[in-house]
């Protein structure tokens, strides 16, 4: 059996059977209003707007619904900026003990500003313990924000920015 290494976002490694892997393509907006660029805060981590992508439903359909659960905005998806992958180890929240080794499939939509109002009011009960917050961010700032995921997804955007300037 194939062994590979995972990581989670604190950078700790797991070796894993491939067997023990599970596969999620996700989705994730790059949306750039006024010098900014909309972000997710979760204790102090940032992350992009967006996430897994459920069956039935094309990766743009997947952006479209999380960006709007994850901060109240509506967005229209303009073309795809990038792919990577990884494999990354995830903590179960109720349980440290409990962990889901991924294989995931990253898709990073450059996506423009439709309309809506930043609100929480589509986050789950359980996004909402764990304080995800949806803001603007000075693209100024973009270096120092402490990225929430095991893909350094910043370099992205700087390269759809620079492409779009």
């Known amino acids: 059996m194939a062994i590979i290494t995972s990581s989670d976002i604190y950078g700790n490694t ?14 994730y907006a790059i949306v750039v209003h006024e010098d ?8 102090g981590l940032f992350h992009l707007p967006g ?24 967005v229209a998806v303009s073309e795809l900026a990038g792919v990577r992958t990884t494999f990354f180890t ?16 990253l898709l990073y939509y450059s996506c423009d500003l439709v309309g809506g109002t930043l609100s929480i009011d589509g986050l789950t009960e359980d996004e909402r313990a764990y304080g995800l917050t949806p803001e603007w961010v000075s693209i100024s700032r973009l270096d120092e924000v402490a990225v929430g995921s095991t893909v350094d997804w910043r370099p992205m955007v700087k390269e759809t920015l620079a492409s779009t300037r």
């Open 90 to 105: 995830q903590a179960h929240k109720l349980t440290i003990m409990e962990r889901t080794h991924v294989q995931s499939l």
């Open 14 to 27: 797991y070796e894993v059977a491939i067997d023990q892997l599970s596969w999620r393509p996700s989705a």
């Open 51 to 74: 996430g897994g992508v459920e069956l039935g439903e094309t990766p743009e359909q997947a952006l479209i619904r999380d960006v709007g659960e994850e901060t109240g905005l509506q």
């Open 36 to 43: 900014h660029i909309l972000m997710v805060s979760e204790r």
